[in-house]
């Protein structure tokens, strides 16, 4: 979801986040990843202006982080 809000494919995110294309894929595929993996796609999307929001009942999101000013 944070990856299609921000518009970037698959090879962006993993240039960004410094990890394959391919583990990008088989994350999104529902197969296991280290945490180590999952903490540098989650710090990838936060600098890049992505809220994680915690699940509330509703369940788990994500939204634009709110710019200071705004």
């Known amino acids: 979801m944070a990856r299609a809000a921000l518009g970037w ?7 960004r ?8 894929t088989r994350i999104e595929n ?5 945490r180590s993996t999952l903490e540098a ?14 699940e509330n009942g509703g369940g788990a999101g994500i939204r634009f982080r709110e710019r200071k000013g705004s």
């Open 9 to 15: 494919g698959v090879r962006e995110l993993a240039e």
């Open 41 to 54: 796609i989650q710090s990838t999307f936060e600098a890049a202006g992505i809220e994680f929001i915690p």
């Open 17 to 24: 986040a410094s990890i394959t294309a391919n583990t990008v």
């Open 30 to 34: 529902g197969s296991d990843a280290k």
